[in-house]
């Protein structure tokens, strides 16, 4: 089942300036085990984040200060991946949309069901615990290439375009063999154990997968 895939670590940040909200949502956490902290501003919740956790925020619209989508914004701007769940009441469904389409995960209407939103987030913390997996792997691809002499990146590029090993030769101006040896060379620093997996490697590198 998909919330298997669930990080045991991940957390549900709430953020929301009404205390019996606060209070009752990490509650509702509490009840299914599910870490949680609580933040009254976004300043506050912003000055106490680092970045590593993951999981989602529980966040509403309206706050005085920095708003739920002021906080968004700034997210964005510092780079915070944190998927975002808006709590918000009937009259700020036009700010919600607004929310939605610059990346938030969804929005709740109040009142809600409890299960509803227990759903909701676990389902975003799986998406989340899935983005992170991607994002490190293809942070772990990266750091192979790195590895790469510049030629070796150039067979790679011209084996991964789907070349043979003569016409790469020809394109270099390099004997087939040293063709071979360089791709030999690549396989084993990316850690491919055939051209398919080489391919799939690099399209995740690129971001394309």
């Given amino acids: 089942m998909r919330e298997n ?8 940040f709430i953020v929301d300036d009404d205390d019996a ?17 609580t933040f ?20 509403d619209i309206r706050m005085p200060g920095m708003s739920g989508l002021d906080l968004q914004a700034k997210m964005k701007e510092l780079h915070i991946l944190l998927p975002i769940i808006f709590i918000t009441g009937h009259g700020d469904v036009p700010m919600a949309v607004k929310a939605i389409q610059d990346g938030a995960a969804d929005f709740i209407l109040k009142p809600f069901r409890d299960q509803e939103l227990i759903d909701r987030i676990q389902e975003v913390l799986v998406e989340d615990a899935e983005n992170r997996a991607g994002l490190l792997e293809q942070s772990e691809i990266l750091k192979r290439m790195e590895t790469l002499t510049e030629r070796e990146k150039e067979v790679m590029e011209q084996v991964v375009a789907g070349k043979a090993n003569k016409v790469v030769a020809i394109d270099l101006n390099v004997s087939q063999r040293t063709v071979e040896i360089h791709r030999a060379n690549v396989m ?22």
């Fill in 5 to 12: 895939k669930v990080d045991q670590k991940a957390v549900v």
């Fill in 21 to 37: 909200v606060r209070e009752s949502l990490a509650f509702l956490m509490k009840s299914i085990n599910q870490p949680a902290e």
């Fill in 40 to 59: 009254s501003s976004a300043q506050e919740f912003l000055d106490a984040y680092n970045g590593e956790k993951g999981g989602c925020l529980l966040l």
């Fill in 188 to 209: 084993e620093k990316m850690k491919a154990k055939s051209l398919a997996q080489l391919v799939r490697l690099v399209i995740k590198a690129r971001g394309e997968a």
